[in-house]
């Protein structure tokens, strides 16, 4: 079989209808907290109500007494049964320590775990915990990152000696050349990109069976990167990997966030064993809120861009203070994901970048849906657009001029990443048509005087997919990371049915779908006749260590390795049929349930009979043949990476580049700054496609998501440290009222270094917050302020159009 | 004042065609009774507040989110949850095909909900129009579909000739 | 979202409610719920009972009596509210707003009783309810008492109920001839939570607007009458610039207001002022109430 078999296939690239979608739609799907297990018990956090304090004193005496009650753990206990998380970060920060509960005797954030209670049904585990006593010295506490660096900040983690996770320069080019020589230099003093989480709708719900006879943790729930969460628990328990399991069914999203759910998932385990029964914990939405992840909110200052007299962009420099809140989890990986999409969508030459990740007294970030990337795309975009407005360039022209262009490609970044192919200007030409730009610009001109403002904005972006992990080693050498690999297996049953199994971990994407799609192809079957696996199953070896579902891969490393996988099972098929029908493998095709002898139809074999001969008759078969042939194929895919350029920085750290060009129009009324989103359309390019509805789908659900992080979504903190938007009454998640219907039109620029020339997609890189941002300064105009936040709620607009921010931003040339 | 303590409550409720007989704490939810007590997976916790409408059921004929209402409230009375909705011989009905065939469901969380919401919105008789679905359906969250999908399949499912899925058009042709 | 313990009562008529809320320390009424059983899962409020008052018959009934005022028990729904022709016929803009209000499942179990008693400031109905001039009658341990909208309204959260007081139904006297009422609002995104509201009546008399209110929401202290306004609209002409005399009085107001994490506390008082004048332009060009 050649990658030309799929490439003229009958259903890859083909609009199928899902596999998964009948047992969603009569309720007979398996969320986490859907499990019914015996002799459950419930687990409760108590959870800290102060941003930063010393704890006192823990008294739970009052609970023992209380029916239902099972037992707690509690911060001490936690501390002999564990060790630290593993962290990423080098020295000095690598001496914080990050356990299941508080640790080092202090909380750091509104909502951090204290106690867990167990109770012997969800009523008694809440009863419990309401009975337990934490006493607390409250200390100074620090929630903004522009105070968290400065030197009498209080320090988060008294063991480090600053606030400061991660601090280096990336230095590309010479900026500071170009912004001596460039005909234009624009200065912005800060911009501010907001803390939001794409917060998917079933919060994390965690289930843990201690098997004490074999000694091992059976986990059930949602878990988007099983293999290195088991890696986390098995390190922090001092318990072997392989006797942790993680069973995901169902999974009711996770966009990224869910990835932190091995720190609660590890006071469970612990919780299991002791108490010796199952336990399970199903977070709230308050709990989620807290805890559950939060994107990565950035100030941006000192930010410069260079332009020539004819508009070229030459590049630009800022300082960037990441804020990750109180603890670094997945972090301080942000510090480097960002420079995937260094250029953005732009040919910028030059690029210099102070980077720092900070700790604040706030719930910690976990990658989000773009993460780290929409952040520096949203600052070089933003810096496009005031470029635009205050050079006099027209913002169309402008990007299209400065886009990499499409006989550029394979394009090669200022940091060594190449962009793997695209259509920017013709993507751009697309997204203008859906919004009907002429029509737009006049309706522009016409609201003029009726208390309406109309404004028109591109986000351009970059879904970056596929990660060279070694880019891990750009924030700290010493992390043993390179490449990226993906599992799959596909096996032929004992009655000739066929069942797959993907590394990937699917929280709405559709992987049963498309896996099947490729593999019927493959086999010669229908999607319909795979059998996939719902979820994954950390013991079924279709894993590797990467395995899971983060940074728009799956389309590439999923796909990947269940293409190789089939193929060495199509191999075996082959095999088995030329023995039995006397012919050479090669000869052997596999159509409608049948391997056949090419040209000669008559000569075949129903895979059932293949099956029953290799399952249960394989003295039928040559001893070479039966040897070598189980029906199982097993592959990985390995992304084609090599360690990054350390000293450099320089490097291929993804493989390939989705894009996404959006264009809006909306209205601002003048009197309140409220919004309304009149047109809204996206262009998607994200290669050759394998079923262009799941494309429109995620590309639909990553435009809301940007969209409503632009004008609602805030996590916001006050000044004692609590969260304001910690349920969705104060986080208002944009319902279907608030929203335009999306208008989709797509590009196809095949990658050339994917096995079919799919790219992964799915985040979108936040190109709504771009264009929303763009067109509320068309909107506001040369009058009023300037646009340098992420998040506009009517307030902030009403600002803008009464001016304001004009001091922070200079045209020095 | 002392510590309260709950009562248990008998109750006898008619949950998707079937008499359910059990005992409740007088502070158990709806929502919670369906999912623990008979593993009816239809209503879904997405929230605390009774904002995303995951738990979304009819209760004696009327749309409720299953998690402001007490169990104990329900004692003599009809509920029926998106377990209801199929055919009899598991075939999907017209809108859950609708919303199978527009791509209205992604992870699925919202799903259920979203159906009992779009059904009681259809068997209104009020006028389905873009505007009216979408502010049929405000009270339920979806954070995966960007409901631009939900929308159309249920004006789909109400008659409307709406745009298929991208690249359906095609296949349709072929 | 699991409730604290808790007893559940359901009384069989309006006496038992009032008998048990008035002997069961820390017992409140349940009406719909659709508040209330939120902030028992979040721990914010801790009864030792409900006193499930939805199926009280009694409490749910829509008359209008022959001089067409309307009288709506407590514990009517929304849905029914906004269903009713008796309500769309004398009161629209209680209809109208019924039929608005928050979700479709919401308007199936939320109450006008539940919405008037928990005196959220950012709730919709007190302040219209003032603006119309309605009456709440209340059944308590000393028996029946009839109070005015402006002194049913306490404050943020609160009202003028006593200890063991039920709210029994709510009269909305019939508007003058020639009276005409606005409602505006600015809310989070199409329809979502208030950050301001302002309802305007104005009894127009041959031309002069002969009595006023206004009032605002979503400040603190919610409903708040704006008297200065009201005086300043008195005796000008309706077609005279209302909006302008509004505006000059709005300034004199004493208005608190407070910051949440959707605007400032300044920002929800200029948009008052917005909503109010907003409202008056919608009189002038006779937008219908």
Same mark, same amino acid.
């Given at each position: 079989m050649t990658m030309q078999d799929t490439a003229t296939s009958t259903w890859t690239g083909k609009t199928v209808p899902r596999k998964e979608d009948d047992r969603l739609l009569k309720a007979q799907g398996e969320f986490g907290d859907d499990t019914p297990i015996a002799h459950l018990g419930h687990v409760v956090f108590v959870r800290s109500p102060y941003a930063h304090a010393r704890i006192l004193d823990i008294d739970v005496s009052a609970a023992e007494s209380l029916p239902g009650y099972l037992g707690c753990l509690l911060p001490d206990e936690v501390d002999v049964l564990t060790d630290g998380f593993m962290e990423l970060q080098p020295a000095p920060a690598d001496a914080e320590v990050d356990k299941c509960l508080a640790a080092g005797g202090k909380v750091r954030f509104v909502g951090e775990p204290v106690v867990a209670v167990a109770g012997t049904s969800r009523q008694a585990a809440r009863d419990v915990a309401a009975t337990v006593v934490v006493d607390y010295e409250p200390l100074p506490h620090v929630v903004d990152a522009r105070r968290a660096v400065e030197p009498e900040a209080p320090q988060v983690h008294d063991e480090i000696g600053s606030n400061v996770a991660w601090d280096g320069v990336y230095d590309w080019g010479d900026i500071d050349a170009a912004l001596k020589s460039a005909d234009h230099v624009i200065e912005v003093d800060e911009l501010h990109f907001h803390r939001f989480s794409s917060t998917p709708l079933e919060c994390s719900v965690v289930t843990v069976s201690y098997d004490a006879g074999i000694d091992t943790f059976n986990l059930i729930g949602g878990c988007a990167m099983p293999q290195i969460t088991t890696l986390m628990m098995a390190a922090a328990m001092r318990h072997p990997a392989e006797k942790i399991r993680i069973v995901s069914k169902d999974f009711g999203g996770s966009f990224g966030v869910k990835i932190g759910m091995y720190v609660p998932a590890t006071a469970v385990a612990l919780l299991s064993r002791k108490l010796g029964r199952p336990m399970r914990w199903t977070e709230t939405r308050t709990e989620h809120h807290w805890m559950g992840g939060h994107g990565n909110e950035r100030w941006f200052h000192n930010v410069k861009m260079a332009v020539t007299s004819e508009g070229r962009v030459l590049g630009l420099s800022y300082d960037a203070l990441d804020d990750v809140g109180a603890y670094t989890r997945y972090e301080p990986l942000g510090a480097v994901i960002w420079t995937q999409v260094a250029n953005a969508c732009y040919q910028l030459q030059h690029l210099k970048v102070h980077y720092r990740s900070i700790y604040t007294n706030k719930g910690p970030v976990h990658p989000n849906r773009g993460y780290s990337r929409l952040q520096h795309m949203w600052l070089v975009e933003r810096m496009m657009d005031i470029a635009a407005h205050r050079l006099g360039f027209d913002p169309v022209q402008f990007r299209l001029q400065n886009y990499v262009q499409p006989e550029q490609y394979p394009y090669e970044t200022? $940091?060594?990443?190449?962009?793997?192919?695209? $259509?920017l200007p013709l993507s751009l030409e697309k997204a203008l048509d859906l919004i009907e730009y002429d029509d737009a610009r006049r309706l522009q001109r016409e609201s003029a005087g009726t208390g309406k403002r109309i404004g028109i904005g591109i986000g351009s972006t970059l879904d970056s997919g596929t990660n060279n992990f070694g880019q891990a080693r750009l924030i $700290?050498?010493?992390?043993p990371f390179s490449g990226n690999t993906e599992g799959g297996l596909v096996r032929m049953g004992v009655d000739g049915s066929v069942y797959t199994v993907t590394g990937g971990v699917a929280f709405g994407q559709g992987h049963e779908t498309t896996v099947a799609q490729v593999v019927a192809d493959m086999l010669g079957l229908t999607p319909d006749e795979i059998i996939t696996h719902r979820g994954s199953d950390s013991a079924l070896s279709a894993q590797t260590g990467f395995s899971g579902s983060y940074a728009s891969q799956f389309a590439v490393t999923g796909i990947g390795a269940i293409l190789n996988a089939t193929r060495k099972l199509v191999r075996e098929i082959q095999l088995v049929a030329a023995s039995i029908l006397g012919a050479t493998p090669e000869e052997i095709v596999l159509e409608g349930g049948h391997a056949l002898v090419l040209g000669d139809p008559e000569r075949a074999l129903p895979f059932a009979a293949v099956a029953g001969i290799v399952h249960f008759s394989p003295a039928d078969l040559p001893a070479e043949v039966a040897d070598e042939v189980g029906l199982v194929g097993r592959a990985v895919y390995r992304a084609p990476f090599e360690i990054p350029d350390l000293e450099r920085k320089r490097g291929n750290l993804t493989l390939t580049y989705a894009s996404q060009i959006h264009a809006c129009v909306l209205e601002i009324d003048e009197e309140t700054g409220e919004v309304k989103i009149l047109r809204y359309g996206m262009v998607d390019d994200c290669g050759t496609p394998i079923n262009p509805m799941i494309i429109q789908g995620q590309v639909h659900g990553a435009t809301v998501h940007g969209i409503s992080a632009a004008l609602f979504e805030h996590f916001a903190y006050d000044d004692d440290g609590q969260l304001l938007a910690a349920n969705f009454y104060d986080y208002h998640a944009a319902t279907a009222l608030d929203l335009p219907s999306l208008r989709y039109d797509s590009v196809v620029s095949p990658s050339p270094f994917t096995p079919i020339g799919a790219k992964g997609m799915g985040?979108?890189?936040?190109?709504p917050l771009h264009a929303i941002a763009a067109a509320i300064q068309d909107a506001v105009g040369g009058d009023g302020g300037v646009v340098l936040e992420s998040f506009n709620p009517p307030e902030r607009i009403l600002g803008l159009l009464n001016g304001g921010t004009e001091s922070t931003v200079r045209v020095l040339r | 004042m002392t510590q309260p303590q709950d009562e248990m409550l008998p109750i006898s409720v008619t949950v998707d065609g079937r008499l359910e007989t059990g005992q409740v704490s007088s502070r158990t939810l709806l929502v919670h009774w369906l999912r623990d007590d008979l593993d009816k997976r239809g209503p879904k916790i997405g929230c605390d507040t009774g904002n995303c409408g995951a738990c979304t059921i009819r209760w004696d004929g009327l749309l409720v989110k299953s998690c402001m209402v007490l169990a104990a409230q329900a004692d003599d009375t009809r509920v029926e949850t998106a377990a209801s909705l199929a055919h009899d011989d598991g075939s999907l009905n017209d809108l859950q095909a609708c919303f199978k065939e527009h791509h209205g469901l992604q992870c699925g969380y919202c799903t259920s909900g979203m159906l009992m919401t779009a059904t009681d919105l259809l068997e209104s008789g009020e006028e389905i129009t873009e505007h009216s679905v979408r502010r049929g359906l405000k009270g339920n969250i979806c954070r995966c579909t960007g409901y631009e999908n939900i929308v159309r399949a249920v004006r789909a499912a109400a008659g409307h000739d709406v745009e298929k899925p991208h690249g359906a058009a095609e296949e349709v042709a072929s | 979202m699991i409730l604290p313990p808790l007893r559940y009562l359901r009384p069989g008529s309006v006496g038992d409610a009032v008998h048990w809320l008035t002997h069961i320390d820390g017992a409140i009424v349940l009406a719909g719920g659709q508040t209330l059983v939120n902030a028992l899962k979040l721990d914010l409020v801790a009864p030792t009972a409900l006193v499930d008052i939805h199926r009280l018959d009694e409490l749910r009934s829509i008359a209008v009596s022959p001089d067409r005022t309307l009288t709506i028990g407590a514990a009517t729904t929304y849905a029914a509210l906004a269903a009713s022709t008796d309500v769309r016929l004398t009161a629209p803009s209680v209809a109208s707003m019924a039929a608005g209000l928050v979700d479709r499942q919401v308007r199936n179990r939320g109450t006008i009783g539940g919405n008037v008693c928990l005196n959220d400031p950012t709730n919709n109905f007190p302040p219209l309810l003032v603006a119309l001039g309605a009456r709440f009658t209340v059944l308590g341990p000393e028996g029946t008492r009839t109070i005015d909208a402006d002194d049913f309204f306490v404050g943020t959260m609160t009202?003028?109920?006593?200890?063991?007081? *039920?709210?029994v139904s709510i009269e909305i006297p019939p508007l003058p001839r020639g009276a005409r009422l606005v409602h505006r609002h600015l809310q989070v995104g199409a329809d979502s939570w208030a950050m301001a509201r302002a309802v305007v009546r104005i009894d127009d008399d041959n031309g002069v607007v002969v009595a006023s209110r206004v009032v605002v929401g979503?400040?603190?202290?919610?409903?708040?009458? *704006?008297r200065l306004v009201e005086r300043a609209l008195v005796g000008l002409p309706t077609g005279g610039d209302l909006d302008g005399a509004a505006a000059e009085a709005f300034d004199r107001e004493s208005i608190e207001t407070v910051g949440d994490v959707h605007c400032s506390a300044d920002y929800r008082r200029q948009m008052s002022k917005v909503q109010l004048r907003r409202a008056l332009r919608d009189l002038a060009k006779g937008t219908p109430s």
């Open positions: 200022v $940091n060594g990443c190449v962009y793997d192919s695209g $259509n $700290n050498q010493f992390l985040e979108g890189g936040g190109a | - | 009202t003028a109920l006593g200890n063991g007081e *039920l709210l979503a400040v603190l202290g919610s409903p708040q009458r *704006l």
